[in-house]
T-cell receptor, first 116, second 112 residues
């Protein structure tokens, strides 16, 4: 079974430019997460989707970040415009059913963003 | 609010040494607890988990026991190998299936 797929793996852009990350979750997983991981830190949730609905986006900086999950499958995270402080790894994860006690999140390899 | 506190690294051990990575948590409810591992250049992978008090999660020789009385979930392995070199993250979800909270990670290097 294929895991969570993310692209690109690496992205280098200049500040003030836009950037987009793409995620394809494990087939059948209805919950999708985007995390931000700074160097030497643990992942921090940006947004969580249940199917196509964003159910928790309280940590998403909405002035420059946006996300969508059309048709409840693939998702795209966008930053416009990017700032130097956005340099980090952006992780996507998916899970089968958020209501299950034994739920587990499966992570993609991440996209490493460098803003110059 | 919920949080996870992990033992700071980096940790360097010789092969076959005993490993302990401490993890304590603060939660408003009754969380599920997890250890994730991140090998160099790879994404986070679930190592083990426990969903209720006194449960022991285990995988690949690693173990951790959910201790509600001490709010801890320490990771242990009796004999580490070079291939165990990675960053280990303790995490909780509270309530289970909801938002995850991760610790800052502990880097482990095992030398031959």
């Amino acid at each position: 079974e294929a895991g969570v797929v993310q692209s690109p793996r690496y992205k280098i852009i200049e500040k003030k430019q836009p950037v987009a990350f793409w995620c394809n979750p494990i087939s059948g997983h209805n919950t999708l997460y985007w995390y931000l991981q700074n160097l030497g830190q643990g992942p921090e949730l940006l947004i969580r989707y249940e199917n196509e609905e964003a159910v928790d986006d309280s940590q998403l900086p909405k002035d420059r970040f946006s996300a969508e999950r059309l048709k409840g499958v693939d998702s795209t995270l966008k930053i416009q415009p990017a700032e130097l402080g956005d340099s980090a790894v952006y992780l996507c994860a998916s899970s089968l059913d958020r209501d299950r006690v034994t739920d587990t999140q499966y992570f993609g390899p991440g996209t490493r963003l460098t803003v110059l | 609010g919920d949080s996870v506190t992990q033992m700071e690294g980096p940790v360097t051990l010789s092969e076959e040494a005993f490993l302990t990575i401490n993890c304590t948590y603060t939660a408003t409810g009754y969380p599920s607890l997890f250890w994730y591992v991140q090998y160099p250049g790879e994404g986070l992978q679930l190592l083990l988990k426990a969903t209720k008090a006194d449960d022991k999660g285990s995988n690949k020789g690693f173990e951790a026991t959910y201790r509600k009385e001490t709010t801890s979930f320490h990771l242990e392995k009796g004999s580490v190998q070079v291939s165990d070199s990675a960053v280990y993250f303790c995490a909780l979800s509270d309530p289970p299936g909801n938002q995850f909270y991760f610790g800052t990670g502990t880097s482990l290097t095992v030398i031959p």
